[in-house]
Structure formats: C-alpha cells, structure tokens
C-alpha cells in the first residue's frame, strides 16, 4: 500500500506539470498506529523509500517517534517540526493532535498548488484549498 501512495502521488504531481526530481513532500506520522510511540513494523517507511526511488525529497515529522530510533531502525531523519513550501504533504498517521489540521494549517506549510494526501480519510471536507485525496 505504501508504494501505492507514493506512486499515486507522483502521478499527481505529474499532472500539476511538476519535475518530480525538485518536489518536496512531508510524511506526517511515522509510527506503526495512532496514539502510539511504536514504531516497529511502521508501513510508513515505504512510503517514504518508494518517494526515494523517485528521488522526491523527503521529511518525515512525528511528535510521538523517537527520533533516535527511528534513524537507528530506518536510517530516516525526523523533523522536530514542520517545514515550509512543500509540493505536498502525506498524512501518513492520523495521531489526535493532527485531528484539527485544515486549510489555515496547509496554507502555512504548502505551495499555493501543493496537494494534501490523507491516507486514512480523516480530513475529508475540510480542506477546500488544495488538490486533496485519499484512499
């Protein structure tokens, strides 16, 4: 599945006429589930090495990780924070405090043209601004 998303968003950055090589895209959550500071079996990570593959740029941030282990276990950076003027941003696990993300949280952080991806649906109607989608 996770290849899935990334494939299927490079194809969406294709139609936006964006040279992929130049894109910058932020994976928010990076656990194994919700709530949870586990990241053992995280299907996140497949995401992130098929972007890799098309050599998307790529920052992952996720308030519950241990960042140390994750570098340890994945060989993968974890931002402390959000960036800015990403081509998109995936919202890979849906922790409580990424419950109120909505448009005024995007507008900060993406390109005018940037696109949202919601793996699991839970900002669905509330993002108006961007090119959205889930699965």
Not at 51 to 60: D, P
Not at 70 to 75: N, T, V
């Amino acid at each position: 599945m996770g290849a899935h998303v990334a494939r299927k968003l490079v194809q969406q950055l294709i139609k936006l006429n964006k040279q992929v090589t130049l894109t910058k895209v932020l994976v928010v959550g990076a656990t194994f589930k919700e709530n949870v500071s586990d990241i053992r079996n995280s299907k996140v990570v497949d995401v992130i090495e098929e972007l890799k593959r098309y050599s998307v740029q790529t920052e992952v941030t996720d308030p519950l990780a241990d960042a140390e282990e994750f570098m340890h276990e994945y060989g993968i950076t974890l931002r402390k924070d959000f960036g800015k003027d990403y081509d998109a941003v995936i919202v890979a696990v849906n922790h409580d405090q990424f419950s109120t993300l909505d448009d005024s949280f995007f507008e900060g952080i993406l390109k005018p043209d940037g696109i949202v991806v919601d793996v699991k649906g839970e900002l669905r109607n509330k993002i108006k601004k961007f090119n959205y989608w889930s699965l």
